[in-house]
């Protein structure tokens, strides 16, 4: 079965300071990854994905994951935070299975808290 | 237009009581979607329908029932509610052709009292 493990549940990073959440996953075949954030009483908004190809993707405000088969690893950075930036971030991996509606199964989460 | 809408956003109940949550999407999806949230925010696939069809049920008590009554539409009817049901419940939905990227709606915070 799929899993993901996200190892850091809280991280502090200060305002203006570079960011990199940690995801690693267990799949056996090409995994498709997924990042999510949630800000407070939010649902989740996609930032970005990976499905094939370049293994760095870019996503929305400022993001990007690297997808590193070796590692097992899709970790999510960020150059530059914002304040803004201040949310619960989650990983994911989904599968395609022709037909099916699996869904996707998601880390437990890492709480971004930013310094001023 | 919100592409994925659920009714209510706030649901605060008695245990023991019935309770529905509503769902809807506009994107042309033919596959939906419940998560729930629990208190540390762990998300957990509840069940999934496609095209009106029920695909996954998690382990999940009979007491929660889903239905959706066209493909645009999955609602959520939890009996007998107990303490531990109270959770943020999140509508999803996917096109089925593909790797399955989930849109969220903002969720239901169900709170048993």
């Known amino acids: 079965a799929q899993s993901v493990t996200q190892p850091d549940i809280h991280i502090t990073v200060s305002e203006g300071a570079s960011l990199e959440l940690r995801c690693n996953y267990s799949y056996g075949a090409t995994p498709y990854l997924f990042w999510y954030v949630q800000s407070p009483g939010q649902g989740l908004q996609l930032l970005l994905k990976?499905?094939?190809?370049?293994?760095l993707v870019q996503g929305i405000k400022g993001f990007e994951a690297e997808f590193k088969r070796s590692q097992s690893s899709f970790n999510l950075r960020k150059p530059s935070v914002h304040w803004s930036d201040a949310a619960e971030y989650f990983c994911a991996v989904g599968q395609y299975s022709g037909g099916g509606a699996d869904g996707l199964t998601f880390g437990k989460g890492t709480h971004l808290i930013i310094q001023p | 237009d919100t592409a994925v809408s659920q009714t209510p956003k706030y649901l605060v109940t008695q245990m023991g009581n019935d309770k529905s949550i509503k769902c809807e999407q506009n994107?042309?999806?033919?596959?939906m979607y419940w998560y729930k949230q629990d208190s540390k925010k762990f998300l957990k696939i509840m069940f999934s329908y496609n095209n009106k069809e029920l695909i996954i049920n998690e382990t999940v008590p009979n007491r929660f029932s889903p239905k959706s009554p066209d493909k645009a539409h999955l609602n959520l009817h939890i009996n007998s509610l107990e303490l531990g049901d109270s959770a943020v419940y999140f509508c999803a939905s996917s096109q089925v052709e593909g790797p399955g990227e989930l849109f969220f709606g903002e969720g239901s915070r169900l709170t048993v009292l």
């Open positions: 990976y499905f094939s190809g370049d293994t």
């Open positions: 994107l042309g999806h033919d596959t």
